[in-house]
């Protein structure tokens, strides 16, 4: 009696363990040679097909293999709402290849791979979403915005998916941010790296500039969510910004820009929400943007 009970419980945890394993898949896929031009796929169970998110991490605009973990978490939980997930790594501003025009063609074909893994894979192109915490929400806005770049830019991917939605987390979108120095006489990211996703200075490359700038482009044509912090917005005010990262004090109102512009945006303020805590699992802030994509695919009541 006692063997087959051993045996009924060793059955009962294989089996578990099986389950836990085939209810989400996670699959790394690369979309081009460079060792960072690589995403990971995350499949709820059942047979689709699903929306898919995309996410693109923080990091100052820079890329280190470590800087995707932020959102694996979030990539896992998605899978519980019967949701896909395309966790993306990319070249950052200092990473060889990066800068400017690596990082934004690696932000566009990585996002565009989607359309080759569909082929494979039970997503629903016509439902994906983009979210981007910090550099990674400017990262999202661009993608928003590409398609009305100039064909003959070298930054120009021509889209093959186009995001039905986008959710920024405590991002700022405006490039001039990059390099702006704090309260303290620190540079905001610790190093000058707006030259580098530019092409040079920007002086020399105002065009360039004006392609990495998501803010000239509004309308984006798309349903957005703006996560942030009271640290972060609002900024009618004249008033310590970013816990006195930057000295600027008349960043521009985006939400109010893209909706005079003709943009449909959400805003949700998070009191004193601590910028890492949006891909913290468990905190307001990254509690806020699961809900955010739940409420732009019609799953709020889940």
């Known amino acids: 009696m006692k063997a087959n009970r051993t045996l009924f419980v060793l059955i009962l945890t294989v089996f578990s363990v099986c389950f836990s394993l085939n209810s989400t898949a996670q699959t790394k896929i690369s979309y081009g040679q460079d060792p960072m031009q690589y995403g990971e796929l995350y499949l709820p169970a059942g047979d689709g097909p699903f929306p898919v998110v995309t996410f693109l991490h923080a990091g100052c605009w ?7 973990n932020s959102y694996r978490a979030m990539s896992k939980a998605m899978t519980e709402h019967g949701i896909a997930a395309w966790n993306m790594q990319y070249r950052g501003a200092t990473s060889p290849g990066g800068g400017w025009p690596g990082t934004w063609r690696d932000i566009g074909n ?27 929400g400017h990262y999202g806005a661009w993608l928003a915005m590409r398609s009305q770049l100039p064909p003959d830019s070298e930054i120009y991917v021509e889209p093959k998916v186009n995001p039905m939605a986008l959710i920024m987390a405590d991002a700022y979108i405006n490039p001039l941010v990059i390099d702006s120095i704090g309260d303290n006489g620190e540079i905001y990211c610790g190093e000058p790296l707006l030259e580098k996703l530019v092409g040079g200075p920007i002086k020399d490359n105002i065009d360039n500039f004006l392609q990495i700038s998501p803010l000239k482009w509004l309308p984006w044509g798309i349903p957005q969510d703006f996560v942030v912090s009271t640290y972060r917005y609002p900024v009618s005010l004249p008033r310590v ?38 891909v913290r699992e468990g905190s307001r802030g990254y509690d806020a943007t699961i809900s955010a994509v739940l409420r732009l695919l019609g799953k709020a009541s889940e």
């Open 110 to 136: 990585g996002f565009d791979a989607l359309q080759k893994i569909a082929e494979s894979n039970p997503i629903d192109l016509q439902q994906a979403i983009v979210v981007g915490h910090s550099s990674g």
């Open 62 to 68: 820079r890329s280190s293999e470590g800087m995707m």
């Open 241 to 278: 910004l970013a816990q006195g990262k930057t000295s600027m004090r008349t960043v521009p109102d985006y939400p109010a820009l893209a909706v005079l512009a003709g943009d449909e945006v959400n805003v949700r303020l998070i009191s004193n929400e601590g910028h890492g805590d949006f």
